[in-house]
């Protein structure tokens, strides 16, 4: 019989309606697993790991992801799938960070939740935490079917570091731009083994460190240079995403170029990636992004926020050199994105 470990975090999918408080409070597993008797009828042997007590996704951070893949880690060689419940807020930067963490993963690890907690007449999380877990115990020629970090939600199963949540009121809260589907669940659950990442040969390898000292800058009309400023002279900042125009353009006037250069000098990393769900940054298309091409910037091709952000936070955790750092940025490590020229091993 196939066995799972259910790591339960928390999230909507935990809640229920307090008619004390008129609140929505946390619950434990043991009040999900009354409200979900089909766990019994899966014909799968499943063992829960809870948080204790269960957070909200919004208070999700590089601690709790370091605990998650060390969760993983050590109990990697006795279950056949993992499956996180978790916050939706939050969960496409969780799939992304432990995309990376968990170097060599040949084993499912599906993340899912709810729009509405599961004490609702009309909850969608019994159907994705059951299909879920039939995902992750699905398993071709003795094979797991799914060797990668994924996200469940509303039918569709996507790469977690290619998701993105865009609606916080539909059931089909996540959608992924630049990357097909890899399973549709309707009769049948239809796997587009062809978008999958193979099944690797070497051994689990985790990586637990990140860095967090990291900044965003949205760039708008109008932004002024002491808001540009304020971010780029942050103390202890080591990288910086850039979130531009279209395929990667910003403004071309000569403060905000010059600010740019100063925090390059200084070691900073910076990483292009455009403001669009759908696209790509193609530095040096357009003259208004040769300025940064120039400057060093690195570009992050079609990742999302989520998988950009943790990515830049996971290889400055590795302690690598700079240029190393930059190299692997416009790598795909984990399916994270689509390079403009095919890689070279």
Not at 96 to 110: C, D, F, G, H, W
Request: with cysteine.
């Amino acid at each position: 019989m196939t066995k799972i470990l259910i790591i339960y975090t928390g999230g909507t999918v935990g809640m229920i309606y307090d008619e004390k408080t008129t609140a929505l409070r946390p619950i434990g597993f043991n009040e999900i697993r009354n409200n979900l008797p089909e766990l019994y009828r899966m014909g799968i042997d499943f063992y829960v790991y809870a948080f204790n007590p269960p957070m909200d996704s919004s208070d999700m951070s590089p601690e709790v992801w370091s605990e998650l893949a060390g969760i993983i880690e050590d109990r990697y060689d006795r279950y056949d799938g993992f499956v996180i419940l978790h916050g939706s807020d939050t969960m496409a930067f969780t799939a992304s960070a432990l995309s990376y963490m968990l170097e060599n993963l040949s084993k499912p690890v599906i993340l899912t939740g709810s729009q509405l907690p599961i004490g609702k007449i009309r909850t969608d999380a019994k159907e994705n935490i059951i299909t879920a877990m039939e995902i992750a115990s699905t398993k071709a020629n003795g094979h797991c079917m799914v060797p990668e970090v994924c996200i469940y939600f509303d039918f569709m199963l996507f790469r977690g570091n290619r998701a993105k949540k865009y609606n916080a009121e539909k059931f089909e809260a996540f959608y992924s731009m630049n990357y097909p589907a890899l399973a549709e669940a309707g009769i049948d659950i239809k796997y587009k083994r062809d978008f999958m990442l193979p099944a690797p040969a070497k051994e689990l390898k985790v990586h637990k460190s990140m860095d967090p000292n990291i900044g965003v800058l949205k760039i708008f009309p109008g932004i002024t240079r002491r808001a540009v400023e304020a971010i780029v002279n942050t103390p202890g900042m080591r990288g910086l995403l850039l979130e531009t125009f279209g395929s990667g353009n910003a403004t071309t006037q000569s403060w905000f170029t010059e600010c740019l250069q100063k925090a390059a000098d200084k070691g900073i990393i910076m990483v292009d990636i455009t403001q669009c769900d759908g696209g790509s940054v193609e530095l040096g298309k357009y003259e208004t992004s040769t300025h940064l091409q120039k400057i060093g910037v690195v570009s992050g091709h079609d990742m999302t926020f989520e998988a950009a952000t943790t990515k830049l936070m996971f290889l400055l955790g590795q302690n690598l050199p700079p240029e190393e750092v930059k190299r692997l940025l416009e790598v795909p490590l984990r399916g994270e994105l689509t390079p403009s020229e095919p890689v070279i091993e």
